[in-house]
Each structure stands twice: as C-alpha cells, then as structure tokens.
C-alpha cells in the first residue's frame, strides 16, 4: 500500500526519483532516495514511530519539523534520530523505539 499523493492539484506530478530499499521493524520496502524517513513510514501505513518511558504510550508524527521528539526512532543503531527531519539513503535500518532505545542515550521524554 502507498499513501504517497502520485498527481497533487497544485504541486503537479510527484517526480519518482531514485528508488532505494530501507528495512523497517524488518520489513524491507521502497524509498525515494532524499525523502525523509517519516513520509516513507506515513506512506506505508506506520504511524507509530515510538513508545513513551514512563507510560509505554505510543507516539508519532506531532509538529513535523524537527522541534519535538515524537518521531524519534533507532535508526542504523542510533536511538532518538527525528525521522521527520532525516532523509532516507539506501540500506537504512529503521526500528521502533521503545523507552530511551537500545543504547539508552538520552530520554526523548513522555
């Protein structure tokens, strides 16, 4: 399923690009190269991104330009990257984060 807008009313056609091949929670799927991790997930039907410390409470996309901490998952190995900020490159290794993440680097708060 893609969720991506093919045809925009005012933007026009949705140039393709370079397609490239990231792995999610396991799940491989197609990219365009450059676009940011968030509109690959959203275009794909994720929307839970991670779970909170203290609560365990799901999160997901919130203001969408990088200034609060709702999108953040482990991304290549590295916990509380803001995935509506970091473009997508080949061979990414994105994970739901749950809590501080695997190397429990910093809270990314509740």
């Known amino acids: 399923m893609d969720l991506r807008v093919a045809d925009h009313v005012v933007l026009g056609a949705n140039d393709p690009g ?4 990231i792995t999610v ?4 799927m197609k990219a365009k ?4 991790i968030l509109a690959v997930l ?11 410390v203290k609560r365990k409470e799901p999160r997901g996309l919130f ?13 290549d190995g590295k916990p509380n990257v803001r995935t ?7 061979g990414m ?7 501080l993440g695997k190397r429990g680097a ?5």
């Not at 959203?42 to 909170?52: F, S």
């Open 18 to 21: 370079k397609i490239v091949e």
């Open 25 to 28: 929670d396991g799940k491989k």
């Open 33 to 36: 190269e450059g676009e940011k």
């Open 42 to 52: 959203l275009a794909n039907g994720i929307i839970i991104n991670r779970y909170t």
């Open 63 to 75: 203001c969408g330009i990088g200034q609060c901490t709702d999108c953040a998952m482990i991304v």
């Open 84 to 90: 509506c900020v970091t473009p997508v490159r080949e």
């Open 93 to 99: 290794v994105i994970e739901t984060q749950y809590g």
């Open 106 to 110: 910093g809270d990314v708060g509740d």
